[in-house]
C-alpha cells in the first residue's frame, strides 16, 4: 500500500488523483481572556465546573475550579497576564497565601504545558464557556499531536472532475 504524506498530491493513470492535507481545526487565536483564564484551569489540573471569557460586571472571563488553591489563582500573573488584581486578592485574602509564593509554585507547575494552555484557550475562545469534557478534549488533543497523530482532510479528484472528501488521521505526516 503506498503512503501519502501531508501536503501532497498524487495523481494515477487512470485520471483519479488524491490529494491530502492537514485538517487540523483551524485554531482560533485565543485572546487575553482565554489566555488568562486557560492558565487557571490548567494551574488547577483542569479539575474544574466552567472557564468562559464572557464578561460578567467587573471580571472579563471567569474559572470555577473544583478545590481553589494559590496555584491556580496566581497562575495567570505568574505567567506574565497583567490583570490579576482579583487573583491576588484571593490568594492573599481569602486563602491566606503569599503571592509571591504560589506565583513561583504556579511557575513551577506549569513549566512544560504551554500547549496544553494554548488548547484550553482556544477552545475558551471559539466555544466562549467550556467544562470537564473540553478540558479532557483539549488534553487528548495536545496527546495526539505529541505523538505525530493529526487529523487530514483526503480529498478524491475523479477525471469527470467529482470530488470525494473524508476525514482521516494520519501518523507522523503520512497517509496509508
Do not use: C
Not at 487530514?152 to 497517509?175: C, H, L, T, Y
Amino acid at each position: 500500500m503506498e503512503r501519502l504524506g501531508i501536503g501532497t498530491t498524487r495523481k494515477f493513470e487512470n485520471g483519479f488523483s488524491i490529494s491530502v492535507r492537514a485538517a487540523d481545526a483551524p485554531m482560533v487565536e485565543p485572546g487575553d481572556v482565554a489566555k488568562h483564564e486557560a492558565v487557571h484551569v490548567v494551574a488547577a489540573d483542569g479539575e474544574i465546573i466552567s472557564a468562559t471569557n464572557i464578561q460578567s460586571g467587573d471580571a472579563k472571563g471567569s474559572t470555577v475550579v473544583k478545590k481553589m488553591t494559590a496555584i491556580a489563582a496566581a497562575g495567570p500573573a505568574a505567567m506574565g497576564h497583567a490583570v490579576f488584581g482579583y487573583d491576588e486578592f484571593l490568594v492573599e485574602r481569602v486563602l491566606g497565601e503569599d503571592f509571591k509564593k504560589a506565583m513561583a509554585g504556579a511557575r513551577a507547575k506549569l513549566r512544560g504545558k504551554e500547549e496544553e494552555v494554548f488548547e484550553v484557550a482556544s477552545l475558551i475562545e471559539e466555544r466562549r464557556i467550556i467544562g470537564q469534557s473540553d478540558v479532557k478534549e483539549a488534553r487528548e488533543n495536545v496527546r495526539r499531536k505529541r505523538r505525530g497523530i493529526h487529523a487530514v482532510k483526503v480529498q478524491i479528484f475523479s477525471p469527470q472532475g467529482n470530488v470525494r472528501s473524508f476525514n482521516a488521521e494520519s501518523f507522523k505526516g503520512e497517509v496509508s
